[in-house]
Nanobody, 122 residues
Framework: QVQLVESGGGLVQAGGSLRLSCAAS????????MGWFRQAPGKDREFVAT????????NYADSVKGRFTISRDNAKNTVYLQMNSLKPEDTAVYYC???????????????WGQGTQVTVSS
């Protein structure tokens, strides 16, 4: 069982930056690929970024490529999402997720956090 707790959300102006963190419980964090997803009001949840167990491989949604960076610190059981050049359309609840095995851009994750709100004002 893995518990995920996101933090770092908030209100920021367009063009600003935020760094989200997701802390995981347990001693097997390094065996889980991690992902970030988001859900805007009235929209479906969508993929944002994913990272392999080692951190060597990443993948991003086209909408955030070049602006967001996913990373992880296996010693701290934490995955991060650095978000730069934020736009109002990035406003959403952001969720981190964990899955055993390979990283994925789809919703095939075993564990999900409760989410953290990111609001970007224009």
């Amino acid at each position: 069982q893995v518990q995920l707790v996101e933090s770092g959300g908030g209100l920021v102006q367009a063009g600003g930056s935020l760094r989200l963190s997701c802390a995981a419980s347990g001693r097997t964090f390094r065996t889980y690929a991690m992902g970030w997803f988001r859900q805007a009001p009235g929209k479906d949840r969508e993929f944002v970024a994913t990272i392999s167990t080692s951190g060597l491989y990443t993948n991003y949604a086209d909408s955030v490529k070049g602006r967001f960076t996913i990373s992880r610190d296996n010693a701290k059981n934490t995955v991060y999402l650095q978000m730069n050049s934020l736009k109002p359309e990035d406003t959403a609840v952001y969720y981190c997720a964990a899955r055993g095995g390979a990283m994925s851009t789809t919703f095939v994750y075993d564990y999900w956090g409760q989410g953290t709100q990111v609001t970007v004002s224009s």
